[in-house]
């Protein structure tokens, strides 16, 4: 038989089957995925294949194979071991909520965001909520800020989650696949996912709660299936993703409008710092790259922590 998994608690899984069938699943003795070691050999999401057992009255499935993963989101613990977790797979895109104020989103944090979606392989649409609070002036700021984002190709959605304005457009994106949602706390990640499902009971808390989280808890994302054949993977506690290790030389591919020019740089391993003939910095000059990734750019590479700066410290 084969599902998809719907909720895990480490040691029993929630598969769903393509009929709706759902069945209480385990592993049995040493099972491993092939590639990637990770504390959990079986994430929310991951596709299944299991056989059904029965013990006395109890019929359960017992998870056979996993299909290659199209993509999977981590966390590594912060002890010394460093154990990879993996927390979702198989996401079909993220919609990042972004806010001027209450609480107030930098480009810094939105920028980190895509890096690691990017390096993730997951498509990320930001939505632009809260059009209903901001002035004419904010609202320059917003159409700026997409228009920046846009030109890098992605997609941006100008949002009320409270008026409903343009809830229609999340909607039709997320039909027939599996999204996340993501965005600093109090940008209005429950009340979109009410306003798209008002039936779904999905209180405040878990979908934006800031767990608080002791070094060797581990939180369990969770699938829900919407009224309008889509899926939500709700991940307690992940407003952004963090940044994932990688080399120096990778960081500049994870910025699209840096990897488009990436040929015309003298040195084919350039970074975009000090070296002579660089593309990017020539964007920089001209206008065709924005101040503001750079210097997002620049503080992932130092490995900074997240300083915040907005965009209009540069325009
Ligand atoms: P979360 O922490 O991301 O889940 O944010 P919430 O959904 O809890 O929203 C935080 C606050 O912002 C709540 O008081 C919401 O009513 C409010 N809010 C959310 N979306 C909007 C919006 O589009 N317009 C306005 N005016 N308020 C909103
Ligand atoms: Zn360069």
Request: net charge neutral; hydrophobic share 35%.
């Amino acid at each position: 038989m084969k599902g998809v998994v719907y909720k895990s608690t480490g040691s029993w899984y929630l598969v769903k089957t393509a009929e709706g069938k759902v069945y209480n699943c385990r592993i049995k003795g040493k099972f491993r995925m092939k590639g990637i070691k990770s504390t959990n050999p079986v994430a929310v999401g991951d596709k299944v294949e299991f056989d059904l057992e029965e013990t006395g009255d109890d019929v359960f499935g017992v998870i056979k194979t996993i299909e290659e993963r199209d993509n999977y989101i981590i966390r590594k613990s912060v002890n010394l071991s460093k154990q990879t977790h993996i927390i979702a797979s198989n996401i079909d895109q993220a919609f990042l909520l972004v806010t001027l104020n209450n609480p107030p989103t930098f480009t810094t944090f939105i920028d980190r965001f895509l890096v690691t979606a990017e390096a993730y392989h997951i498509k990320t649409i930001l939505l632009f909520n809260k059009i209903d609070t901001y002035t004419p002036e904010e609202t320059d700021e917003i159409k700026y800020l997409a228009a920046l984002y846009r030109n890098i190709g992605y997609e941006c959605i100008g949002i009320s989650a409270k008026t409903g304005k343009n809830i229609d457009k999340v909607k039709e994106m997320m039909i027939g696949k599996t999204s996340m949602f993501s965005g600093h706390s109090g940008t209005g990640k429950s009340t979109l996912i009410n306003a798209l499902e008002p039936s779904l009971d999905l209180k405040t808390s878990q979908i934006s709660a800031q767990h608080k989280q002791g070094q060797h808890t581990t939180t369990f994302a969770e699938m829900y299936d919407l009224s309008f054949d889509a899926r939500i993977i709700d991940t307690p506690g992940i407003k952004g993703f963090g940044v994932v290790e990688m080399e120096k030389e990778e960081l500049g591919n994870y910025f699209p409008e840096f990897f488009a020019v990436k040929q015309d740089c003298k040195f084919h391993n350039c970074l975009h710092i000090e070296e002579p003939k660089c593309a990017v910095k020539e964007g920089l000059e001209n206008g065709t790259i924005a101040w503001s990734r750079y210097k997002s750019y620049l503080q992932i590479m130092s490995g900074e922590d997240e300083q915040q700066y907005r965009v209009d410290n540069y325009s």
